[in-house]
């Protein structure tokens, strides 16, 4: 069974399927996100884990996305 993951932009109302996880999206594209990739290693480094990894680094990042 193949299950689909999208980001709507809050902006626009554009559909944004994601091609793995929420995360990888935001890791690609990070400013479409609010984000620059300086900040992004930052949040990981936080924590302690590997980028991309889905922990708590994660949910921050994902967190203040959606934000």
Same mark, same amino acid.
């Given at each position: 069974?193949?299950?689909? %993951?999208?980001?709507?932009? &809050? %902006?626009?109302?554009?559909? $944004?399927f994601c091609q793995r996880k929420h995360i990888d999206e935001v890791l690609s594209q990070p400013e479409?996100? &609010?984000?620059?990739?300086?900040?992004? $290693? /930052?949040?990981?480094?936080?924590? %302690?884990?590997?980028? %991309?990894?889905?922990?708590? /680094?994660?949910?921050?990042?994902?967190?203040? /996305?959606?934000?």
């Amino acid at each position: 069974m193949m299950k689909y %993951g999208f980001w709507i932009d &809050g %902006g626009t109302g554009e559909v $944004v399927f994601c091609q793995r996880k929420h995360i990888d999206e935001v890791l690609s594209q990070p400013e479409r996100f &609010g984000f620059t990739k300086d900040r992004v $290693v /930052a949040i990981y480094e936080k924590y %302690g884990e590997r980028l %991309g990894f889905e922990g708590f /680094a994660r949910e921050e990042i994902l967190r203040e /996305a959606i934000r």
